[in-house]
């Protein structure tokens, strides 16, 4: 598994990089799936979204978080007063893992492990040295540990803001080129994924609780 490092362009962009990551071959995740699904929103945003991968609706259509977990997350940005515009989503991992059964090869999500998190890691890096927010949001498991390292879990560090970049959790590699010119203050969040609120026994709950914590992040925006 070689990696994304290769396909990144020298002096990109956001776009140069949306461009370039769809030629992307850096794991054997693209050889299953329909296209690269990269980030949507401005290179500005305030609050940056950071997702596991793209569900099957994602992967054909180009977009992140457009299939029901996207528009549940839609539905918690909402009450939680946060502006839409104002926010950058992307994910840990651009192509769709997936497992294909059944008659009409029906694709089911799977998790992806440490390795295609680490072969997808440049681009991630990539969009950061470019983005300067106030609030990076870590959405599941995956997206937490692609941003605070291996050992997180986010059912123990939920819900709880961190400074960023000063974290002594956050990896080295993550953050703005010139850190003078990063926000005063800036800090990380992690919850729990839309989809996991889409599965649990009490999803009013689950999705009060995603609420909530996307309530701090508003309120972060405020220090």
């Known amino acids: 598994m070689s990696g994304a490092q290769d396909f990144i362009p020298a ?3 956001i776009d140069r990089l949306r461009a370039a990551a769809r030629a992307c071959t850096g794991c054997p995740l ?3 799936t329909t296209q690269t699904v990269f980030s949507k929103g401005p290179s500005n945003a305030r609050v940056v979204f950071v997702g596991e991968q793209p569900g099957d609706i994602e992967d054909r259509r180009g977009e992140p978080f457009v299939g029901p977990a996207g528009q549940l997350l839609d539905r918690a940005v909402g009450e939680a007063g946060l502006d839409p515009h104002d926010i950058y989503t992307t994910n840990a991992v651009k192509h769709f893992k997936h497992r294909s059964t059944g008659q009409g090869q029906r694709r089911i999500h799977a998790t992806p492990d440490a390795a295609d998190v680490s072969a997808c890691r440049p681009w991630l890096l990539a969009e950061f040295r470019l983005l300067a927010p106030h609030v990076v949001v870590a959405l599941g498991s995956t997206a937490g540990k692609a941003l605070f390292g291996p050992e997180f879990r986010v059912t123990r560090s939920r819900g709880v803001l961190v400074p960023w ?4 959790a956050r990896p080295a590699d993550f953050g703005p080129v010139d850190d ?3 926000p005063r203050s800036v800090y990380a969040l ?3 994924h839309p ?3 889409l599965r ?3 999803g009013d709950a689950a999705f009060q609780s995603l609420v909530a914590d996307l309530r701090l992040a508003g309120a972060a925006l405020l220090a």
């Open 190 to 192: 992690a919850t729990i």
């Open 165 to 168: 970049p000063a974290s002594a």
């Open 11 to 13: 002096g990109a962009t």
């Open 200 to 202: 649990a026994d009490d």
């Open 30 to 32: 693209h050889e299953d």
């Open 180 to 182: 003078e010119a990063a």
């Open 195 to 197: 989809s996991a609120v």
